[in-house]
């Protein structure tokens, strides 16, 4: 059986957020087993797993990408909607818009550890949506 439900989140500022609750919440009754595939619907913005219990790790991702894949690099020709348009579609293909996450016993199958971040990476990317398919 596949279902399949869009999520929108609320607006975020620029940066890394922990959105495994806002998932779960918005989810139907997971099966017992089975995969959840979610999808960012967007080019600016990406979504990933990481540590979910220190927020400093969230802090350094965003100061390491950022002088990784600066803004005003005269490289960039792509720049119509400001200093952060072309390093948000950059920093969102490296991180990806899809993940895949184990279902067991009805919930998620994550580690202790382990959140689902919404990476974003506009200055004002406005609220985003979501896609999730849960197969069983």
């Known amino acids: 059986m596949i279902e399949q439900i869009e999520i929108t989140l609320p607006k975020f500022r620029r940066g890394y957020h922990l959105i495994t609750s806002l998932i779960e919440k918005q989810l139907p009754q997971l099966p017992e087993k089975g995969l959840l595939h979610i999808l960012v619907k967007h080019t600016s913005a990406g979504i990933t797993i990481n540590e979910n219990a220190d927020p400093s790790v969230r802090t350094d991702f965003e100061s390491f990408i950022n002088k990784m894949i600066p803004e005003d690099d005269p490289v960039y020709v792509h720049t119509y909607e400001g200093t952060d348009d072309i390093p948000a579609h950059i920093k969102s293909s490296l991180f990806g818009s899809e993940l895949t996450i184990p279902i067991t016993n009805h919930g998620l199958n994550l580690g202790t550890w382990q959140g689902i971040y919404l ?10 949506k979501i896609v999730a398919t849960i197969i069983s």
Request: glycine share 20%; net charge positive; hydrophobic share 10%.
């Open 119 to 128: 990476c974003e990476f506009r200055n004002h990317g406005g609220s985003r």
